[in-house]
């Protein structure tokens, strides 16, 4: 709809949880860029002015393999419908283990 109207707008989607499934699904339905609050008003000025085939630099504190992982498992989770089994069973995990992995809080 705004893409009709304005085809030059950039969207940045500011969001307080960011994950890897948010921002794809939000580059997905249109938005030029993805921000993870705390976000500054230089950053948000950033993505707005970025060019189109601009990169945006390389975050200062990217996710750890940790919390990747974290995400990943969580993310088969609510694909499988919250189904324990069935996410080990997709994941090549014991059932115990994968429990144990979603009864911790998420890694930083």
């Known amino acids: 709809m705004l893409r009709e109207k304005r085809p030059d707008s950039r969207v940045v989607v500011l969001t307080g949880y960011g994950a890897i ?20 008003a230089t950053d ?3 993505a707005l002015l ?3 085939d601009e990169l945006p630099p390389p ?6 393999a940790d919390r ?7 993310r ?12 080990a069973r ?3 995990m014991h059932r ?7 009864a911790k809080r998420s890694p930083k």
């Open 76 to 87: 088969v989770y609510e694909l499988c419908d919250r189904n324990v089994s069935e996410t």
């Open 68 to 74: 990747v992982r974290w995400e990943h498992i969580q």
């Open 21 to 40: 499934a948010t921002a794809v699904a939000a580059v997905k339905i249109g938005a030029t860029d993805y921000l993870s609050k705390p976000a500054d």
């Open 44 to 46: 948000i000025t950033n």
């Open 59 to 64: 975050p200062e504190n990217p996710m750890s």
């Open 96 to 102: 115990r283990t994968l429990q144990r992995i979603l």
């Open 50 to 52: 970025a060019q189109p």
């Open 90 to 92: 997709r994941l090549n």
